[in-house]
């Protein structure tokens, strides 16, 4: 079945460093989407990406799609403390079928003022 | 908008015996997804329903685990009987069509002992 994986699993870094998580798909996407999820808290929908190359920024955060639509990375500029919890990517396969999002293991960002 | 509402927030059972946990979606979401999510790992697609019916159940443990949606829109997910493995959070999400990002709910912890 369809694989998703993520690094590096935990990132350390000082507060306004930048961060960046990558993540490749087993098979081609349809498209990926990304979720951050706090410390205890569930996952929150941050994007969706579904053009080959796409790439969309939300204020410090940049995602990118890649050509072959089977990998993705978020980077985040000058991380602030508000930036800390663990981010998923999540793929849908676009090979037919079921719909379902695939869920890396995702990356936990720690952040050191 | 009222987010998707689960209930209990939190669970402890013996192994072997059952458990349930509900689910109310977003007004007007067709599409209602089950999680788990073991610590440490990403959510695992359990079960996804388009209005009240079942479009992939692939990976939910059917001698074992059993879920409904009836009239399209709460969500009930059971586990009969309970191991000690599926100790995790069970979350709910739903979105407005398959493609759309997911909503996530707070999700129930369930400890089994």
């Known amino acids: 079945g369809q694989q998703v994986m993520q690094i590096p699993q935990y990132q350390h870094v000082q507060e306004g460093e930048d961060f960046t998580t990558y993540c490749n798909s087993s098979t081609t996407l349809s498209n990926i989407q990304w979720y951050k999820q706090r410390p205890g808290g569930h996952p929150v929908f941050l994007i969706q990406?579904?053009?080959?190359?796409e790439v969309k920024k939300q204020k410090r955060l940049t995602f990118q799609f890649g050509e072959a639509k089977k990998n993705s990375s978020l980077h985040i500029t000058a991380t602030q403390t508000t930036d800390v919890g663990t981010y998923f990517c999540a793929g849908r396969n676009s090979g037919g079928g079921a719909d379902g999002l695939t869920f890396g293991k995702g990356t936990h960002l720690i952040i050191q003022p | 908008e009222a987010g998707v509402a689960q209930s209990p927030r939190y669970k402890i059972i013996e192994k072997r015996q059952s458990v349930a946990f509900w689910c109310n979606p977003i007004?007007?979401?067709?599409?209602l997804y089950w999680y788990q999510q073991i610590l440490g790992q990403g959510p695992k697609l359990l079960i996804q329903?388009?209005?009240?019916?079942?479009?992939?159940d692939s990976q939910l443990p059917k001698d074992r685990f059993s879920a409904e949606r009836l009239k399209g829109v709460d969500s009930t997910l059971k586990i009969q009987p309970a191991k000690l493995e599926d100790s995790a959070v069970y979350l709910c999400?739903?979105?407005?069509?398959?493609?759309?990002?997911?909503?996530f709910g707070s999700g129930t912890r369930l400890t089994v002992v």
């Open positions: 999400a739903s979105s407005p069509f398959p493609i759309n990002g997911y909503t």
């Open positions: 329903f388009q209005n009240n019916g079942v479009v992939d």
């Open positions: 007004s007007g979401h067709a599409t």
């Open positions: 990406l579904v053009k080959s190359g």
